[in-house]
């Protein structure tokens, strides 16, 4: 199993950034992808979830109306739009993906958020 995010850098309070996960090694598809972030000096939090089957979607409430987890199973890809960003958006993003009770991460995006 391997995620690898990217997309991540430095963008302006209100700006935008799209942050893609590429998955491999297991069935995309079935699975559900989650997005999380962590700030300097706190716990990784979880920040969206899209399901693997019946195309749901789940938001931190700091996120919802501002950014749209979504997913391409035939690329095998999940992305996070990030729209109106804040100050307080500026985490490393992480890409993560539950197997047989295994959390597997990815090596996180950097996003910061400042003018």
């Known amino acids: 199993v391997h995620v690898v995010e990217s997309g991540g850098g430095l963008v302006q309070p209100g700006g935008s950034l799209r942050l893609s996960c590429a998955a491999s090694g297991f069935t995309f598809r079935r699975y559900d992808m989650s997005w999380y972030r962590q700030a300097p000096g706190k716990e990784r939090k979880l920040v969206a979830t899209a399901t693997g089957t019946g195309g749901g979607t789940n938001y931190a409430d700091s996120v919802k109306g501002r950014f749209t987890i979504s997913r391409d199973n035939a690329k095998n890809t999940v992305y996070l739009q990030m729209n109106s960003l804040k100050p307080e958006d500026t985490a490393v993003y992480y890409c993560?993906?539950?197997?047989?009770?295994?959390?597997?991460w990815g090596q996180g995006t950097q996003v910061t958020v400042s003018s």
């Open positions: 993560s993906v539950v197997q047989w009770g295994q959390v597997y």
